[in-house]
């Protein structure tokens, strides 16, 4: 079953974009009176206070706060395992979702009625708050609790693009058979892995999507709060469908700067002008690649301030560019490219010195599928 809360009063199609998480009297009377669970971190704003302390402020029965990767108020590393613990602020249990386990068990949602999700998503496949969700409206399936998704804004909702999932190749950071860039809200995403049969086991998750108000694909929305400790502006996030291939490479993405998703780099890179050297930097990377070494390669901050025309691609001339200068080496693919790229296409289409715009061809058809699926599932024009 899925319910879709119709938006009301809407304002002028140029208003401000209204997250529905920001809409409080429309979801606390659904919230009123039942025992919640809520999948939220520190991005999980409405206004200048978190959805946890909104909610508990409003007299909501909050049991249970489940956290994704990068932990609930504070800020782990990527890939860091997170314990669960009591929230001092609140003195609420914090179960986390990327430690032991990645998805709720019974004992998690015992004398739950509904759980709540509202992450800041950024509408990329590797990003794993998407498969988070999954796994949450899996447990809640299973256990015959509802759940309520507040919308947010997707910053790369505008395009679509990149290579399709190999389901051979599904993992965390790749669970369901859609491209890199799939251009949809966390929303619209959670009523197609219901309505796409995805949950599996012949389950269906009883939800609910809270739809925003004066939203549209293409519209320009950034998070006021960093949606993950490493991606830390505009320009981090508009690259980062890009740059995050090279982190299942020896290329280093410039975690351990100020300004990781920016810029790339590697000790054996030449003709370069511009350098870096990763240092540890506490909540963001502990343990850089290349730490405390010169690594050579681009500064990207001011990228699309230069190539404007270049938002809406994933650009692959980086990562070709650093194979064939740096491929000849062992080693330069990752186990983990595969499961970054949702195949071994593309990594064997670069050894095999395709370029990009026939990498890109290959890409079509199955982009051209995915848009039949996504199109049953769009909330917004």
């Known amino acids: ?37 809520i999948v939220a971190n520190n991005a999980s704003m409405v206004g200048k206070l978190n ?31 997170v314990n669960d613990y009591l929230d001092p602020v609140t ?28 992450l800041q998503d950024v509408g990329v496949r590797f990003f794993t708050y998407i498969s988070t969700l999954s796994l949450v409206m899996e447990a809640c399936a299973e256990n ?17 693009d990149g290579p399709v999932l190999d389901m051979k190749y599904k993992s965390f950071v790749g669970m369901h058979p ?8 966390i929303g619209e995403y959670a009523s197609m892995i219901n309505g796409e049969g995805w949950i599996g086991k012949g389950l269906h998750c009883d939800l609910t999507v809270l739809p925003m108000e004066n939203y549209n694909h293409q519209a320009v929305y950034f998070p006021p709060e960093k949606p993950s400790p490493n991606l830390t502006t505009p320009n981090s996030i508009l690259l980062y469908p ?19 998703f920016e810029v790339y780099g590697h000790p054996g890179l030449t003709g370069k002008n511009f350098s870096f050297k990763p240092e540890p930097v506490i909540g963001m990377d502990s343990h ?9 390669g681009e500064d990207l901050r001011a990228y699309f301030e230069k190539h404007p025309d270049e938002k809406g691609n994933i650009r692959l001339a980086w990562l070709i560019g650093c194979y064939r200068e740096l491929g000849g080496k062992p080693g330069f693919f990752t186990d983990y490219f595969d499961c970054l790229a949702g195949s071994d296409e593309l990594r064997k289409q670069i050894i095999r010195g395709m370029n990009e715009e026939d990498i890109r061809k290959s890409w079509q058809p199955g982009i051209k599928e995915f848009k039949k699926i996504r199109e049953r599932y769009l909330l917004y024009p």
Not at 19 to 33: D, V
Not at 178 to 184: N, Q, T
């Open 178 to 185: 859609v491209p890199v860039v799939y251009g949809m809200t």
């Open 144 to 160: 015959n609790i509802a759940m309520l998704v507040l919308d947010r804004p997707n910053p790369n909702a505008f395009y679509i």
């Open 1 to 37: 079953m899925v319910t879709l809360l119709v938006m009301v009063n809407s304002r002028m199609a140029d208003a401000q974009i209204v997250p529905s998480a920001w809409n409080t009297e429309r979801y606390l009377k659904i919230l009123h009176g039942k025992k919640a669970g």
């Open 91 to 118: 003195n609420v249990r914090v179960v986390s979702l990327y430690g032991i386990k990645k998805k709720p068990v019974g004992i998690d949602l015992e004398g739950l009625d509904l759980v709540v999700f509202d």
């Open 288 to 296: 850089p690649l290349y730490k405390n070494k010169t690594c050579f």
């Open 51 to 81: 959805i946890v302390d909104t909610l508990l402020h409003s007299g909501i029965d909050v049991r249970v706060v489940f956290s994704p990767e990068h932990g609930f108020r504070i800020n782990e590393e990527a890939g860091e395992d």
């Open 242 to 260: 890009s740059l995050c291939f090279f982190e299942g490479t020896t290329i280093s993405v410039g975690r351990g700067t100020l300004y990781p």
